[in-house]
């Protein structure tokens, strides 16, 4: 679950900002950065570790922590589902015309064991 983190940073300039964005976004698991210049905030959504976050930010600038807590999941909205259903049918049907189209193409699995194949490698 994506966590949203919200720093304030003494940042000065865009020098300063482009440093500590570029070192946060280095963390695995951040899915988006924002940094709001009037009010000094960065605010991270993402997996990261809030203690990894600011350990990355305390090299360039001084650091506070606001608030950590979960990201709000946009809602889906019923025409959302709709689109996504008329998306998904046109699939469906290339699929069922491929597949008649290339009926011999029809996937079959083997299996084998180590007594069938005599070039196998098992220890005992």
Request: proline share 5%; aromatic share 6%.
């Amino acid at each position: 679950m994506a966590m949203k983190v919200v720093l304030k940073l003494h940042v000065h300039d865009e020098k300063e900002k482009k440093k500590a964005m570029k070192s946060v976004s280095s963390l695995s698991g951040i899915l988006s950065l924002a940094m709001d210049m009037k009010e000094k905030k960065l605010t991270v959504v993402g997996d990261a570790d809030p203690i990894k976050i600011v350990g990355k930010l305390k090299k360039y600038c001084h650091v506070e922590l606001l608030t950590v807590g979960p990201s709000k999941e946009p809602e889906k909205k019923e025409g959302v589902k709709k689109e996504e259903n008329k998306n998904n049918e046109p699939i469906e049907e290339h699929m069922k015309l491929y597949n008649n189209h290339f009926p011999h193409y029809t996937q079959y699995y083997r299996v084998y064991s180590a007594e069938e194949n005599p070039n196998s490698c098992v220890i005992c």
